[in-house]
């Protein structure tokens, strides 16, 4: 498997667009997540941002803690997740997302091996700050994966260029102050800080948090190489009557944005 960088840094230098779809691991069961994989890679994702639940997503709004609250009530695992991913980490690069108390307690070596060895190529660990990160990123790059870090918009040039320094995988810009979840339109905040981060690096710059139509991942991508799309996804799962029905509206859904972003070209 590619590592991520590599993946998402050839799609923008091809003039396309990144498509990084978050799923929650265990929703709506583990087998449902590896079909929802499946059918996300088959839409024209060019990556998953697999979630693994925590009982205290703090980056996280409403449909994502619903969505990790019951995973865990269904009494899914880390190594569940993890699990999960293997068998799907041939279709495309597979990363995960989870808070640093999951990865600190079973220890960052520890974490970072067993991921690599369930085929996962990435990370992201958002409220692990830069100044505590060394230990993870030691880590994660001694297994060789990839580690995804944020800026905000009040994330001054500075701090920018030294987050940019040490992520790999992409730069994700979030793209608002609040927390993940659909609005009724794109923050003017993404634009703006994604004009910003690309001036920085050369590592590829995705918007996230606040991306939640077709649309908005087009404006979001005038300037971004590209966007991850989570909150939309996962309440259509949350939503469905059968795992069935969550793959096809998933996959319906994730088709529509890759038309989006290969239709805008990044252009509104």
């Not at 498509?19 to 060019?46: K, S």
């Not at 979630?51 to 865990?72: C, E, K, N, W």
């Not at 999960?84 to 640093?100: E, I, S």
């Given at each position: 498997?590619?590592?991520?960088?590599?993946?998402?840094?050839?799609?923008?230098?091809?003039?396309?667009?990144?498509?990084?779809?978050?799923?929650?691991?265990?929703?709506?069961?583990?087998?449902?997540?590896?079909?929802?994989?499946?059918?996300?890679?088959?839409?024209?994702?060019?990556?998953?941002e697999l979630?693994?639940?925590?009982?205290?997503?703090?980056?996280?709004?409403?449909?994502?803690?619903?969505?990790?609250?019951?995973?865990?009530d269904a009494?899914?695992?880390?190594?569940?997740?993890?699990?999960?991913?293997?068998?799907?980490?041939?279709?495309?690069?597979?990363?995960?997302?989870?808070?640093?108390?999951?990865v600190h307690?079973?220890?960052?070596?520890?974490?970072?091996?067993?991921?690599?060895?369930?085929?996962?190529?990435?990370?992201?660990?958002?409220?692990?700050?830069?100044?505590?990160?060394?230990?993870?990123?030691?880590?994660?790059?001694?297994?060789?994966?990839?580690?995804?870090?944020?800026?905000?918009?009040?994330?001054?040039?500075?701090?920018?260029?030294?987050?940019?320094?040490?992520?790999?995988?992409?730069?994700?810009?979030?793209?608002?102050?609040?927390?993940?979840?659909?609005?009724?339109?794109?923050?003017?905040?993404?634009?703006?800080?994604?004009?910003?981060?690309?001036?920085?690096?050369?590592?590829?710059?995705?918007?996230?948090?606040?991306?939640?139509?077709?649309?908005?991942?087009?404006?979001?991508?005038?300037?971004?190489?590209?966007?991850?799309?989570?909150?939309?996804?996962?309440?259509?799962?949350?939503?469905?009557?059968?795992?069935?029905?969550?793959?096809?509206?998933?996959?319906?859904?994730?088709?529509?944005?890759?038309?989006?972003?290969?239709?805008?070209?990044?252009?509104?």
């Open positions: 498997m590619p590592r991520l960088q590599d993946v998402l840094s050839a799609k923008r230098d091809a003039g396309g667009k990144a498509l990084v779809v978050y799923l929650t691991g265990g929703l709506p069961d583990l087998p449902g997540t590896a079909r929802l994989i499946d059918a996300v890679a088959e839409a024209g994702a060019d990556a998953v979630g693994i639940p925590f009982s205290d997503p703090t980056m996280d709004g409403p449909v994502i803690q619903a969505a990790s609250q019951r995973a865990l009494g899914t695992t880390p190594q569940d997740v993890l699990s999960v991913a293997k068998p799907v980490a041939d279709l495309l690069p597979v990363g995960f997302m989870t808070y640093a108390n999951i307690h079973a220890g960052w070596e520890r974490f970072a091996s067993e991921a690599a060895a369930a085929g996962l190529c990435a990370a992201i660990v958002p409220d692990l700050p830069l100044e505590e990160a060394g230990p993870w990123l030691s880590a994660a790059r001694g297994a060789g994966l990839d580690t995804v870090l944020l800026v905000a918009p009040t994330t001054p040039d500075e701090r920018i260029r030294r987050i940019a320094a040490e992520t790999s995988g992409f730069l994700y810009a979030v793209g608002l102050l609040g927390v993940t979840g659909v609005r009724d339109r794109l923050a003017d905040s993404a634009v703006d800080l994604a004009t910003r981060a690309k001036s920085l690096t050369d590592v590829p710059v995705l918007v996230g948090v606040g991306v939640g139509t077709p649309q908005q991942a087009a404006e979001a991508c005038r300037v971004a190489d590209g966007v991850v799309v989570g909150s939309a996804v996962v309440s259509r799962v949350l939503e469905a009557a059968s795992v069935d029905e969550a793959v096809e509206s998933v996959s319906a859904f994730v088709s529509d944005v890759r038309r989006a972003l290969d239709a805008s070209g990044g252009e509104m």
